[in-house]
């Protein structure tokens, strides 16, 4: 069973978060979340808890300090998973990576779901342990966005290329400007390893919406709130790509 690698942070673990988890456990990879703070109290988390290994995100890297003087979550996050790949190798999967099939046991999985070319992803990750890549990344890591760049900036200086290890549709089916094929009506991809839901973008359009609403352009799904997004948009909505998703995990 292989292990993967997840970063959390805050007490508000939802629905897209738990289907993720249930999605690496049904391929038959050994969840293991390394948490930093309060443990999550929803009932989402609650369910997964014992379903899989729980550790403490500090004993890897402590971002106290860093979020503490400003810097956000998803800049923590990369933080850690750098400093994660360098120390104990293996696998990282942000926490809106679905998992379709055990993912391959190859020693690097680097794929990009960027929208333009010469850009590397790093949502999924698989690597050896104490390569300088990541510590080079880690030292250079933006406190605001970017990471992705520095990522494939240190990664073209050690390899010399910026060749994904793996076709780039077997991890990121769509781009994170495609969030919306989540929510339409379409297949699960047959091939794929996994698909990345881009939740940040997501949650990014919200805050910029002024009703709070997010609109998914589905036909007679126009406008729908995220907090809706459960077990029962997925039942009412079986045909979309979520509820095609959540029928294949149960």
């Known amino acids: 069973m292989a292990d993967v690698n997840f970063f959390w942070c805050g007490v508000n673990f939802g629905f897209l978060e738990y289907i993720v988890i249930k999605s690496h456990i049904k391929v038959d990879h050994n969840v293991i979340i390394w948490l930093h703070g309060d443990k999550p109290n929803t009932k989402y988390w609650k369910e997964m808890e014992t379903k899989i290994t729980v550790k403490n995100a500090d004993d890897i890297f402590d971002t106290t300090n860093f979020i503490n003087n400003g810097g956000n979550f998803r800049t923590a996050a990369d933080l850690w998973r750098f400093k994660l790949l360098y120390k104990i190798g293996g696998l990282y999967c ?34 050896p342990a104490g390569h300088p890549i990541f510590l080079e990344c880690f030292d250079n890591t933006k406190k605001k966005w970017g990471n992705v760049s ?21 991890f990121y089916p769509y781009n994170w400007k495609s969030y919306p094929e989540l929510f339409k009506k379409k297949d699960i991809p047959s091939e794929a390893y996994s698909i990345h839901f881009y939740t940040n973008v997501i949650e990014s359009y919200i805050k910029k919406n002024k009703k709070n609403i997010l609109k998914y352009y589905i036909p007679l799904f126009r406008e729908v709130p995220l907090k809706k997004i459960d077990i029962k948009w997925c039942e009412k909505n079986p045909n979309t790509l979520l509820g095609k998703l959540w029928t294949w995990v149960n």
Do not use: M
Request: with cysteine; charged share 20%.
């Open 94 to 127: 942000d926490t809106d990576a679905f998992a379709l099939r055990k993912f391959p046991d190859d020693e690097w999985i680097v794929c990009s779901g960027e929208q333009y070319q010469g850009l590397l992803s790093i949502g999924v990750l698989k690597a």
């Open 150 to 170: 520095v990522f494939s900036s240190v990664y073209l200086k050690y390899f010399g290329n910026l060749n994904p290890t793996h076709k780039n549709e077997l």
